[in-house]
C-alpha cells in the first residue's frame, strides 16, 4: 500500500512538472544531435521543454501533417504532392525553415595515393553509373597529374537505406550529368546502377575502409571526425575546393541570392567561387497557422533562436553553420507564422 | 490515421457500447439477481446455468478460450491492416508486384521479386551449411559425447542463440567479410573459374556473406531442437539394436532414422528465423535487389528492405509497396510453416 501511495505521489510530481509548456518534433537523424544540445541548452535558458523523436525524414513529414506534432525536420523539401496533402489535412500551409547545414563528402580507399584526389561532377556521375571503373581512368589521371593512380577497380559505396544525405548527393549528380538524370534521378533512394548498398553512414565508412579502391559519400561530420581521405570537387565556377564549414556556408551564401521565396532551395552545385558544391539544408517544416497560440509563439522563439544564437554551436558538432543570408531569411518566415489569423 | 479509419475504430466502439447497454438492460433476471440478497435463490439461480460445474472451471474454461481467440484474431488483425495499408500498392501494379523485376523508389516503380529471390536463396545457402553442420552437433551431442563435454558444449551452442543479430552483423563487417573476401571466395573462383555461381570481383559483401552469417544463427536452431529429438528417442530401442550386434553407427542410424520428423520440423524452424532475420543480413548483404545466378553478387532480402527504407519512405505509394513486401513476407512465413506441418504429419504417418 505504502508503494501505491507512492507511485501515486510520484505520479502527481511527474504530472505536475509536465504542466510546463512542452512542445513535440519529429523527422530527420541528421539533425538529432544539434537538436539535442539545442534543447537541452534552451531548456535551461527559457524553461520550455522540447521533445525530438529521430525517426526519419519521411517519418517527420508524416507526423506534422497528420498534426501529432508540433513541428517536423527533413533533410529534403517536401514534393509538391506532400505539400498539397499537408493543406489538405491541417488547413494552412507548410513552412520550410532551413535550419542547419550538412556538407557531404567524396571518400575513398587509396593508401598509396594519399589525401585531395580531384574530381568533377560527371566524372563522379559515370562513376557512379559505372561507366568509369578504373582509378587510372584517363579522365581522373587527367585532373590529377601530380598523383600516380594505380590501375584497381572502382567499387560504389552507397546508402542502402533512404538517406537525406543520398538526397544531396543525387541532386548534385543530377545537376552536373544528364545521364544521371535520366536514368537514376533525384531522391532520397534510388535504384542504383553499381555498387554495394551499407547502412549508414557508418556502414559505407566501413566499406570504404575495409577496401582498396572503393569510394563512398558521407557526411562531412563523419569524415572530420574520422579523418577519412576526401576528395576536392570541381565547383560551379571551375574551382577544386575542399568540403568544409566555409566552403558549405559560402555555397549556401551563394544560392541566397536566387532563394525561392518558400526556401525550398536545393543549393548543390551553387555558384561562387568556394562553393562546395554537394551540400544543402536541413529544414524544420511547420504550418504556417499554428491553432495554439501558447505553442505558436513558443515554437517560434525558439526557432528564431535556433537559427541566430544556435548556429553557434552548428561547428563544434560539425555541421555549417547558416550565413547571415540565409538566416535574415529565416526570420522574415518565422515573423510571418500566424495562429488562427492573429499576428503572435 | 485517416478519417476512415478513425470513424471504423469509433462505429467499433458504439457497437460495444451498445452491447454494454444491452446487458445493462435487458435480462431482469440478472437485475433481480444482484439486488437481492437472498441466499437460496441466488444459489438456485447459479444452479440453473451452471448446471453441475464449478465457477472457477467455468471462468478458468472461458478466460483461456478468450485468449487463445484472441492470438488468433490478432493475427488475422495484422493481416488484414497490412492488406489495407498496401491497396494502394496492390491496386497500381498487381501481379506485376510479384514478377518483373525493379525496385525503383525515384521513378516510383516497385516490385518484390529480387527480395524474395534474395530471402529465399540465401536462406537455402544457410541450410545448405548449417543443416550438416547441426546434425553432427546433434547426434555428437546426443549419442556420442561423455556426459561431462555434453553439458557445456549444448550450453555453448544454445548460447549462440542468445547472441543479437545486430553483434553478428558487427563481426560479419570486421572479420566474415574480409575472410570471404581474401581466401574463400577467390578459392571458389579458383576452383571453378567457369561456374555461373562465382562470377564477379569478389568483395565480400554479398550473398554468400547474407547465408554465412544467416547459418551461424539458425545453427543453433536445429542443433538443439534436433538435440531434444535424439534424446526422447526411448532408450530401449538403442538398447535392442545394440543386443542385435549393431555397431554405434548402425544404432545411430536407427535413431536418427525414428527422429527424422523432429529433425524435419527443426530444420523448417530453422528456414523460418532464416526468412526473417534482418539485421545481420542487411549489414553484409550488399543490399542491391537484383537476381543473379552468382552468390558472389550483392543481393537484398525482403526483412532487410523493411529495415533499410521504411523509416524515410515519404510518398504514399512507397510506403504502401514496402508494407505490401511486409504482407509477402507474411505469406511466405506461412507457407513455410504449413509446408514443416504437412511434411512433419507426412513423415509421422509413414512411420506408423
Known sequence: MKKVLLLLALFGVVSMSSAQLQLNGAGSTFDYPIFSKWFDTYHKMTGTEINYASIGSGGGIHQVTEGTVDFGASDAPLTPEQMSDFTKAQGTDIVHIPIIMGGVAITYNLPSVGQGIKLDGTTLADIYLGKVTKWNDPRIVKMNPDKNLPDKAILVAHRSEGSGTTFIFTSYLSKVSPDWAKQCGTSIAINWPVGIGAKGTEGVAGVIAQTEGAIGYIELAYAKQNNLPYCLMKNQAGKFVEVNFNTVSAAAAGAAAHMPKDLRAVITNSPGKNSYPICGFSWVVIPKDIKNREHAQALVKFLKWGVTKGQENATSLYYAPLPKSVQKLDLEKLNAITSNGKKL | ?352
Open chain 2, 1 to 352: 490515421m485517416t478519417n476512415a479509419k478513425v470513424f471504423q475504430i469509433s462505429r467499433f466502439l458504439k457497437t460495444i457500447e451498445v452491447e454494454l447497454v444491452n446487458i445493462r438492460e435487458s435480462p431482469a433476471e440478472i437485475q433481480n439477481f444482484f439486488k437481492k440478497s437472498d441466499e437460496k435463490k441466488r444459489s438456485r439461480f447459479l444452479k440453473k446455468i451452471l448446471g453441475d460445474k464449478n465457477l472457477g472451471d467455468i471462468v478458468f474454461e472461458r478466460l483461456t478460450l478468450l485468449f487463445a481467440v484472441l492470438v488468433f484474431l490478432l493475427v488475422l488483425f495484422m493481416a488484414w491492416e497490412m492488406y489495407s495499408n498496401s491497396e494502394l500498392s496492390i491496386n497500381k501494379f498487381g501481379w506485376k508486384f510479384l514478377i518483373t523485376t525493379t525496385w525503383d523508389p525515384y521513378a516510383e516503380n516497385f516490385s518484390a521479386l529480387p527480395m524474395i529471390f534474395g530471402t529465399i536463396v540465401s536462406s537455402l545457402l544457410a541450410l545448405i551449411i548449417a543443416v550438416p553442420l547441426g546434425l553432427s552437433v546433434a547426434i555428437f551431442l546426443a549419442e556420442l559425447a561423455p556426459a561431462w563435454l555434453e553439458k557445456p558444449l549444448s550450453f555453448l551452442t544454445e548460447l549462440l542463440a542468445a547472441i543479437p543479430s545486430v553483434v553478428y552483423g558487427l563481426w560479419g563487417i570486421f572479420v566474415l567479410v574480409p575472410w570471404l573476401r581474401d581466401v574463400v571466395e577467390p578459392f571458389l573462383q579458383n576452383q571453378f573459374p567457369n561456374s555461373p555461381f562465382f562470377q564477379g570481383a569478389p568483395y565480400g559483401y554479398d550473398m554468400l556473406a547474407g547465408g554465412v552469417i544467416l547459418s551461424i544463427m539458425v545453427l543453433p536452431i536445429i542443433s538443439s531442437i534436433s538435440r531434444d529429438v535424439l534424446k526422447s528417442v526411448p532408450d530401449p530401442l538403442r538398447e535392442a539394436a545394440y543386443g542385435l550386434g549393431a555397431t554405434k553407427w548402425e544404432v545411430t542410424k536407427t535413431v536418427f532414422t525414428n527422429a527424422r520428423s523432429g529433425i524435419l520440423g527443426a530444420i523448417i524452424l530453422g528456414f523460418g528465423r532464416a526468412v526473417g532475420e534482418t539485421m545481420a543480413v542487411v549489414m553484409v548483404i550488399g543490399s542491391r535487389p537484383q537476381i543473379t545466378a552468382s552468390i558472389l553478387k550483392p543481393a537484398s532480402t525482403i526483412a532487410g528492405a523493411l529495415a533499410n527504407e521504411f523509416s524515410e519512405a515519404s510518398s504514399d505509394l512507397y510506403l504502401s509497396a514496402l508494407i505490401e513486401l511486409a504482407l509477402i513476407l507474411f505469406v511466405i512465413t506461412i507457407i513455410i510453416n504449413i509446408f514443416a506441418r504437412l511434411l512433419v504429419w507426412g513423415t509421422e504417418r509413414r512411420w506408423k
